[in-house]
Every structure is written in structure tokens, then in C-alpha cells.
């Protein structure tokens, strides 16, 4: 039976309400993070290069552009970048993304220091809050059933243009923002092969979301 009215908790009001609140999250963990980077005077890399280089992680590029879409979504700019980010199959992507950073972060990452205090509470929000909340938006306020088996490819432009580019800085800079790309300590073989394994994953994860989607898709047209 096709459903007659919009679930309640979908109406405007409420998607408005859950995206303000998860972009301050997310804007303020991200202020706070640039925050103690810039502050830690133990580090010998220079103000200028921890300036740039808070803006070289994938975790904090994919928190602006999750940050940026939610923003863009609740001010509901009529331009081209307030479409684009607005766009479905876009939001849908940055979901995907910003799940690969939670799970790359507790798989390989999270073990490899102790963050303590205020910066205790910027890891856990970046890397796990707004993830888990971001998902939790896609599933209740994003339309299924516009997802399309092509994105699978598509969607890696974002991961392969940071790749390039963190391969490219870190040639000229010798700083790497992980140890799985880290060119001058492990090599540019095993650097491409880890490169190869976090694409193959990438691609299931965009896959097994797509499938998530339909199914989703299917139970929506059911009371």
C-alpha cells in the first residue's frame, strides 16, 4: 500500500532542526581541532605548515564538506553550489566518505595514539560522531531509490584526486598526513598497494551502500 502522508519526522521542520545541529557539531569540532593544532608548540613543524597541513587529512576534508552540505542545505542557497551540495546523489556520497573515514580511523589509526582532554573530544566527534549522526541523516532525510550503480566509479574521484594530491605535497614537503601513503618511509610500491586495497574497499562500500538504498527504496513504498 503506497503511503498517503509524509512520515512526520521527515517535514521540513525537523530536517532543518538535525542538520543545524550537526553542522555546529561538526564546525565546532573542526574549529576546535584547527584550534590545538596550531597551539601545539611541541611539534618542530612551523606554524605556516601545520596551517596547511590541518587542511591536507581526509578526515578534515571530508568534516568541511559534510560541515559545508548541511549549511548549504539549511540556508537553502539557490545557486550552483547551494544545488550541488544540496543534490542527492551528492549527500549521498558524502556519507559514504565520511564512513570511510570513521572506519579507516578505527581499523588503522586509532591505535597508533592516545589523544587526551580537548583533543580527546575533537577525535572522537570527527571521526566517530558526525559519521554515525551523518548516517543517521541520510537514512531518515535523503529520498532512496536515485542511486545508480555507475556512482561506484564516480565517487572515487574525490578519495583518487586527494590521493594524487597528498603524494604530490608530500614529495615536495616530506610530511604525510597517514602512514599508509607515507611515500619516504614505506615506498611508492607499498604506497600504491595499500592505495589499491582502500580503492577495492572503497568501491565495496559504495556498492553495499547502493544496495542499501534500494532495499530502503522498496520497504518506503510499504506501510
Not at 578534515?60 to 547551494?82: E, H, M, Y
Amino acid at each position: 500500500m503506497l503511503m498517503s502522508q509524509e512520515d512526520p519526522i521527515q517535514q521540513p521542520f525537523f530536517k532543518k532542526t538535525y542538520a543545524i545541529v550537526l553542522a555546529l557539531l561538526g564546525w565546532a569540532s573542526l574549529i576546535l581541532q584547527f584550534y590545538l593544532l596550531l597551539k601545539n608548540k611541541t611539534s618542530d613543524i612551523s606554524l605556516w605548515s601545520r596551517f596547511f597541513n590541518f587542511f591536507s587529512y581526509f578526515t578534515i576534508l571530508t568534516n568541511i564538506l559534510v560541515a559545508l552540505s548541511l549549511t548549504l542545505t539549511v540556508l537553502g542557497l539557490k545557486n550552483r553550489i547551494g544545488r550541488f551540495f544540496r543534490n542527492d546523489s551528492v549527500q549521498s556520497a558524502l556519507t559514504v566518505y565520511i564512513l570511510i573515514v570513521g572506519v579507516v580511523y578505527y581499523l588503522l589509526l586509532r591505535n597508533i595514539w592516545k589523544p587526551q582532554g580537548l583533543q580527546f573530544l575533537a577525535d572522537v566527534t570527527l571521526h566517530y560522531a558526525v559519521p554515525v549522526l551523518y548516517l543517521v541523516y541520510w537514512l531518515i532525510f535523503i529520498p532512496k531509490g536515485k542511486l545508480r550503480l555507475r556512482y561506484a566509479i564516480s565517487w572515487m574521484a574525490y578519495p583518487a584526486l586527494y590521493f594524487i594530491y597528498s603524494l604530490i605535497r608530500g614529495a615536495v614537503t616530506h610530511w604525510y598526513p597517514y602512514p599508509f601513503i607515507d611515500a619516504q618511509t614505506s615506498g611508492y610500491n607499498t604506497v600504491f598497494l595499500n592505495a589499491a586495497v582502500l580503492l577495492v574497499a572503497f568501491i565495496a562500500a559504495v556498492l553495499i551502500f547502493i544496495g542499501v538504498d534500494r532495499l530502503l527504496a522498496g520497504k518506503a513504498v510499504k506501510r
